[in-house]
């Protein structure tokens, strides 16, 4: 199983980004969907989260600004990055929990994809 991220970029403040994660592989099914960003020298945060049973979580630092949604068909997660301010500058990672062929359960990481708001 891999998965790529996609979608970070330079971003003016105020703007929006939306990053893209694939997973591809044998997949039997996703159970859990997270996004991270972990700045240099820092621990690696959660900033959202969606559950197979359609839960979502998200940081409080970004709480009605951000969107995840999940395409199970592609399994394929989004996050919507809306009014985007300096301070969510970071590299962002796509973490999935993964049912696979072989029976077990798995996290797998994308790689990182570096978000960058300034004007």
């Known amino acids: 199983v891999q998965l790529q991220a996609s979608g970070g970029g330079l971003v003016n403040p105020g703007g929006s980004l939306k990053l893209s994660c694939s997973a591809s592989g044998s997949i039997v099914s996703v159970n859990a969907w997270t996004w991270f960003r972990q700045d240099p020298g820092e621990q690696r945060d959660l900033v959202a989260a969606?559950?197979?049973?359609?839960?979502?979580r998200y940081a409080d630092a970004v709480k009605g600004r951000f969107t995840i949604s999940v395409d199970s068909a592609k399994n394929t997660v989004y996050l919507q990055m809306n009014t985007l301010k300096a301070e969510d500058t970071s590299v962002y990672y796509c973490n999935a929990h993964i049912s696979d062929s072989s029976g077990g359960m798995y996290y797998y990481w994308g790689q990182g994809t570096l978000v960058t708001v300034s004007s």
């Open positions: 969606m559950y197979a049973d359609g839960r979502t």
